[in-house]
């Protein structure tokens, strides 16, 4: 079974910026793509930003209008969300997600489409 570790989260000022960092490991080596969810207290969890095996494929919540990026590094295994220009809405718990894949371009976007999670990570956005 996959370990998935997430690690950046804390406490930021709106305006502020955080780099949220997933590190996978997998003793078969299976490929995977990658997600990050989010979920506010009393909220459903939803997906913030998915990306392929290769990185070609990359979806993002529309209501982030750009302030969040999903990028890999397929050679450290890691994957990272930067996220800028935060709100107060921002607040949630951020978990990081596998779903095998080794498809160049598919992503997933809803959380029972991934068997392999993290423990999440608090990022608090003060105004």
């Known amino acids: 079974q996959v370990q998935v570790v997430e690690s950046g989260g804390g406490l930021v000022q709106a305006g502020g910026s955080l780099r949220l960092s997933c590190a996978a490991s997998?003793?078969?080596?299976?490929?995977?793509?990658m997600g990050w969810f989010r979920q506010a207290l009393g909220k459903e969890r939803e997906c913030v930003a998915a990306?392929?095996?290769?990185?070609?494929?990359?979806y993002y919540l529309d209501s982030l209008k750009g302030r969040f990026t999903i990028s890999r590094d397929n050679a450290k295994n890691t994957v990272y969300l930067q996220m800028n220009s935060l709100k107060p809405e921002d607040t949630a718990v951020y978990y990081c997600?596998?779903?095998?894949?080794?498809?160049?371009?598919?992503?997933?976007?809803?959380?029972?489409?991934?068997?392999?999670w993290g423990q999440g990570t608090q990022v608090t956005v003060s105004s």
């Open positions: 990306i392929s095996w290769s990185g070609f494929g990359r």
């Open positions: 997998d003793r078969t080596f299976s490929r995977y793509a």
């Open positions: 997600a596998a779903a095998a894949s080794d498809n160049d371009y598919y992503y997933y976007t809803e959380s029972d489409e991934y068997l392999y």
